[in-house]
């Protein structure tokens, strides 16, 4: 799971520019959105495009987005989930 | 009381230079890409504002130019509502779009980006201009074949006229790829910026101030 949210944090960071973060920056269990990493509804857009390019998951119903999108550890963990699937 | 209006300001980015009222206010003396010319420029600036890296570079291009315009004097004593923004070009987009399309082309790996789509229609970069410095008056963008500084100058001037704006942020920014050259002025009502502390004027906004400007830019 480590080895994920490290992955992860990696790709995040490459998808959404944001250039003054670092993997160190980022506290897998702090919010993605809001007070956390201040993402914005682009953002969200372009996770959700990370999730399906580099890990072959479509959200089916966007309604599950705000749970898996809360971290980057909900994300490793709908990931883990649903690759197993 | 003067009822013209008047350059206050004018900043210019091309071949990795920056200049500000005619000096030189940043070079990059080996060639650089754009993308890590204005990253550069940018990051020099120390300016605080990490949308920056997600701005498309035409947005990149527009943004650091009103950043270095404004600094010295700024858009204090003006209203949100009557200040404007009105630029143009003649790539528009098509820099952005293209990049757009790579996401798009191949059936197999067909991953639209959402933030590059918001970025595919060139009067996203005022809008990025006009957040930045809560700019709420006019605001138009313009695709012409080559800079026509005298419809810029006639339709800036008749805003003025119309009392919609007591001061405007204008010019040309252009980009296709690393093919990059910008020329953004301030502009305000002279009879209102002749009472500001460090009032400057570069000539009075029209065609041939612009022309002389741009002519410059492009030597």
């Not at chain 2, 950043?67 to 204090?76: T, Y």
């Not at chain 2, 313009?142 to 405007?168: G, K, M, P, W």
Request: one cysteine or more.
């Amino acid at each position: 799971m480590e080895e994920l949210i490290n992955k992860l944090k990696k790709e995040v960071i490459e998808q959404l520019n944001l250039e003054d973060i670092t993997v160190d920056d980022i506290d897998a269990d702090s919010p993605l959105f809001g007070e956390g990493l201040g993402l914005d509804s682009i953002d969200a857009l372009e996770l959700i495009v990370l999730l399906e390019k580099n890990y072959g998951l479509k959200i089916e119903d966007p309604k599950d987005g705000k749970k898996i999108f809360h971290s980057i550890r909900t994300m490793a963990e709908y990931i883990t989930e649903h690759q197993k699937a | 009381m003067s009822e013209e209006n008047i350059i206050t300001g004018y900043c210019t980015i091309r071949h990795n230079q920056v200049i500000v009222n005619g000096n030189i206010t940043y070079f990059q003396e080996n060639f650089i890409n754009f993308a890590d010319f204005i990253k550069s420029a940018f990051k020099k600036e120390e300016i605080s504002y990490s949308k920056f890296f997600k701005m498309d570079a035409l947005s990149k291009l527009g943004f650091l130019s009103t950043e270095f315009l404004l600094r010295e004097k700024g858009l204090s004593g003006y209203s949100e509502e009557r200040t404007g923004v009105v630029l143009c070009n003649s790539s528009s987009s098509l820099d952005t779009d293209m990049g757009y399309f790579e996401t798009i082309r191949n059936r197999n790996e067909y991953y639209p980006s959402p933030s590059v789509f918001v970025y595919t229609l060139p009067n996203i970069m005022i809008g990025e201009i006009c957040i930045r410095n809560r700019i709420k008056g006019e605001n138009s963008f313009f695709v012409q074949e080559h800079f026509d500084t005298e419809f810029l100058s006639r339709y800036v001037n008749e805003l003025f006229e119309n009392n919609r704006i007591d001061a405007c942020i204008t010019g040309w920014a252009e980009l296709l790829k690393d093919r990059y050259e910008s020329l953004v002025l301030l502009v305000e009502r002279a009879d209102l910026a002749e009472k500001s502390e460090n009032f400057r004027s570069f000539g009075k906004f029209g065609k041939n101030t612009l022309d002389n400007l741009y002519k410059n830019l492009t030597q």
